[in-house]
């Protein structure tokens, strides 16, 4: 089926190990983005894609790292985990930098 | 910076009353304004977009209001339903043409 997904949807890991959260889009969009959402924050864009190979920071980039190597892929790392990256990540694509967003359901990720 | 200030935070009404959801934003040189409606454990789905050239956008019983000058958007939800409960978010770009900045949302209730 056509859309977005995310994997996995639930992680536990612990302080200070690498997690890989995936995301992967069947639109051909150009851009792709990595929001978090936390209670009393909101939603907050941690980096965004225009296009394989470029890559920009968003509000709340520091503990990240992105990468996109191909147009429909666009994995995030947080190479150390902390406490305070535990939250909701999501995944989105659109077609412009301020286009329709269209969202994965969500990785859920808890570091102890 | 663009704030999203969406009030109010929670909302319990009646199956069948129309009701209304407001959306200010602090920098009136947007792109365009998105609603989206996010299920408990979802991901966000896009409900209406309107470009900054329009006043409004309808679709179904859903009506979307915006007036640039004074940094205001609604969304008008008539008769509304059971199905309808959901937390809904208003979103515009940062500056002009850039990644969105979401409101918190607000929770709404339709009671049977």
């Known amino acids: 089926d056509a859309g977005i997904t995310q994997s996995p949807r639930y992680k536990i890991t612990e302080t200070g190990r690498q997690v890989t959260l995936m995301c992967h889009q069947t639109?051909?969009?150009?851009?792709m983005f990595w929001y978090r959402q936390d209670l009393g924050h909101g939603l907050r864009l941690i980096y965004y894609?225009?296009?394989?190979?470029?890559?920009d920071k968003g509000e709340v980039p520091d503990g990240y790292v992105v990468s996109r190597s191909k147009t429909e892929n666009f994995p995030l790392t947080l190479e150390s985990a902390t406490r305070s990256q535990t939250s909701v990540y999501f995944c989105?694509?659109?077609?412009?930098?301020?286009?329709?967003?269209?969202f994965g359901e969500g990785s859920r990720l808890t570091v102890l | 910076k663009q704030e999203v200030t969406q009030i109010p935070a929670a909302l319990s009404v009646p199956e069948g009353e129309n009701l209304v959801l407001n959306c200010s934003f602090t920098?009136?040189?947007?792109?365009?304004l998105q609603w989206f409606r996010q299920d408990p454990g979802k991901g966000l789905t896009s409900l209406l977009l309107?470009?900054?050239?329009?006043r409004e956008q309808t679709s179904g019983r859903l009506n979307a209001s915006l007036d640039k000058s004074s940094g205001r958007s609604t969304l008008y939800i008539a008769a509304s339903q059971p199905g309808d409960s959901a937390t809904y978010l208003c979103a515009v770009p940062n500056s002009g043409n850039t990644p969105l900045v979401f409101g918190k949302g607000t929770r709404l209730s339709v009671i049977a």
């Open positions: 920098d009136s040189a947007i792109y365009n």
């Open positions: 639109w051909s969009h150009s851009y």
């Open positions: 309107i470009q900054s050239s329009q």
């Open positions: 894609s225009a296009a394989a190979d470029i890559t």
């Open positions: 989105a694509s659109s077609d412009s930098r301020a286009g329709e967003l269209f």
